[in-house]
């Protein structure tokens, strides 16, 4: 099957804390992104890699720290997470600025900060 | 900059109606739009899109979308409406080399039998 694959599903923790989603795409894609879709449904991108190069990197805190391993892996580490990380955290991939093909997204993983 | 607006927060049809959901735009030059479909506790799923020629797109279960330079629009059409077209629908916008998709705040769509 060729799709966006996440990692968990759903995260609860602590303030303080360190946590750590995981992004596979099996499309032959060459871009991957993550986005944040808030409470309101408000969905704002916060990095963009292409080929394992950083292209988007929006105004995003410091405590988020993207990790490419290669074109098809890209993950998210929040170093010590606040109540306002609390959201869903959606990863995309398509080819080269998407213009000839919409990026997918995969199910999002849903984390929540006590 | 490229912005997008739904102007709908909510629209709610009877099974079997028609429905349009409103999407405009501003960008200066060539323009990338497509809308998504999010069900309830899923990810976005990719209905269609518009980069060039025919300004009436097709998509999936339905769906279509027409592209209007002169009103910046892209609005979103489906002829009949079933109760699993319930959800939110998001209309999306990237401009030019831009690597990034900017995002309405999205149309909830409530389908009643």
């Known amino acids: 099957e060729t799709a966006v694959f996440q990692t968990p599903n759903y995260h609860v923790t602590q303030v303080g804390n360190e946590v750590s989603f995981n992004c596979k795409q099996t499309?032959?894609?060459?871009?991957m992104y993550w986005y944040k879709q808030d409470s309101k449904k408000l969905l704002k991108i916060m990095f963009s890699?292409?080929?394992?190069?950083?292209?988007v990197n929006e105004t995003v805190p410091r405590r988020f720290s993207p990790q490419s391993s290669d074109k098809a892996h890209l993950n998210l580490r929040i170093k010590s997470v606040e109540p306002e990380d609390s959201a869903v955290y959606l990863c995309?991939?398509?080819?080269?600025?998407?213009?000839?093909?919409?990026?997918?997204f995969g199910e999002g993983t849903r984390l929540s900060v006590l | 900059t490229q912005t997008v607006s739904q102007s709908d927060a909510h629209v709610t049809v009877f099974e079997g109606d028609s429905v349009e959901l409103r999407c405009n735009y501003s960008?200066?030059?060539?323009?990338?739009l497509s809308w998504y479909i999010q069900h309830h506790g899923r990810g976005l799923q990719f209905l269609l899109k518009?980069?060039?020629?025919?300004?009436v797109v097709q998509g999936v279960n339905g769906f279509e979308a027409e592209f209007s330079k002169s009103d910046s629009s892209f609005h979103l059409r489906k002829a009949s409406v079933h109760w699993s077209d319930s959800a939110v629908y998001f209309c999306?916008?990237?401009?030019?080399?831009?690597?990034?998709?900017?995002f309405g705040k999205g149309t909830k769509l409530s389908v009643k039998s």
């Open positions: 995309a991939s398509s080819y080269s600025g998407g213009v000839n093909q919409a990026p997918l």
């Open positions: 499309l032959g894609h060459d871009t």
């Open positions: 890699y292409n080929n394992k190069q950083l292209i």
């Open positions: 960008y200066g030059g060539s323009i990338y």
């Open positions: 518009y980069y060039s020629g025919n300004p």
């Open positions: 999306a916008v990237m401009g030019g080399s831009n690597a990034k998709l900017t």
